[in-house]
T-cell receptor, first 113, second 114 residues
Framework: KAGVTQTPRYLIKTRGQQVTLSCSPI?????VSWYQQTPGQGLQFLFE???????NKGNFPGRFSGRQFSNSRSEMNVSTLELGDSALYLC????????????FGPGTRLTVT | DQQVKQNSPSLSVQEGRISILNCDYT??????FLWYKKYPAEGPTFLIS?????DKNEDGRFTVFLNKSAKHLSLHIVPSQPGDSAVYFC?????????????FGSGTQLTVLP
């Protein structure tokens, strides 16, 4: 079974721009979660989508948003980029609602200049 | 407020010996704990998990121990191999009824010396 894929792998944007990142979960997985990893804050939960609905949201500003499509693929969007948004953005999928295990993709490295 | 803490940023162990990675948590509502391994430029790889109703779970060379009264868990790797060298994260979930909102520790860099 193919793993979680994320595109693009690397991205450079300028302050004030917006960016969209894409995630394809493991086939059959309906839950997709997004995390941000930075050297200062570590791995932090952004939000989780299940059946096209946002189920949980972490403590991030409204500039961070996401959506999920009927095929479970997910996108996250960051508007009005700030330098502090430079991070590794990780997507994880989960196949069973009675289990907590999440399987991560390789991440998208976003650099904001 | 760090709810999940890994107080050792690094650990070095000889090949063949036991590696013990530790993790403490403060939120008693967590009811599920996981360990992940991460190599540079890759996403975290799931290793092993444990529910709060258990105190031990084994999977091959990996064993996780949970001490709820101490709010402490540990990952034992026996025997350690050079390929185990990576950053290890513990994570916790289940607080606020949210199964998917994992809270991660800051990670421990494990180096297994040949």
């Amino acid at each position: 079974k193919a793993g979680v894929t994320q595109t693009p792998r690397y991205l450079i944007k300028t302050r004030g721009q917006q960016v969209t990142l894409s995630c394809s979960p493991i086939s059959g997985h309906r839950s997709v979660s997004w995390y941000q990893q930075t050297p200062g804050q570590g791995l932090q939960f952004l939000f989780e989508y299940f059946s096209e609905t946002q189920r949980n949201k972490g403590n991030f500003p409204g500039r961070f948003s996401g959506r999920q499509f009927s095929n479970s693929r997910s996108e996250m969007n960051v508007s009005t980029l700030e330098l502090g948004d430079s991070a590794l953005y990780l997507c994880a999928s989960s196949g069973r609602d009675d289990r907590y295990e999440q399987y991560f993709g390789p991440g998208t490295r976003l650099t904001v200049t | 407020d760090q709810q999940v803490k890994q107080n050792s940023p690094s650990l070095s162990v000889q090949e063949g010996r036991i590696s013990i990675l530790n993790c403490d948590y403060t939120n008693s509502m967590f009811d599920y704990f996981l360990w992940y391994k991460k190599y540079p430029a890759e996403g975290p790889t799931f290793l092993i998990s444990i529910s709060s109703i258990k105190d031990k779970n084994e999977d091959g060379r990996f064993t996780v121990f949970l001490n709820k009264s101490a709010k402490h868990l540990s990952l034992h790797i026996v025997p350690s191999q050079p390929g185990d060298s990576a950053v290890y994260f513990c994570a916790a979930g289940g607080a606020d009824g949210s199964a998917r909102q994992l809270t991660f520790g800051s990670g421990t860099q494990l180096t297994v010396l040949p």
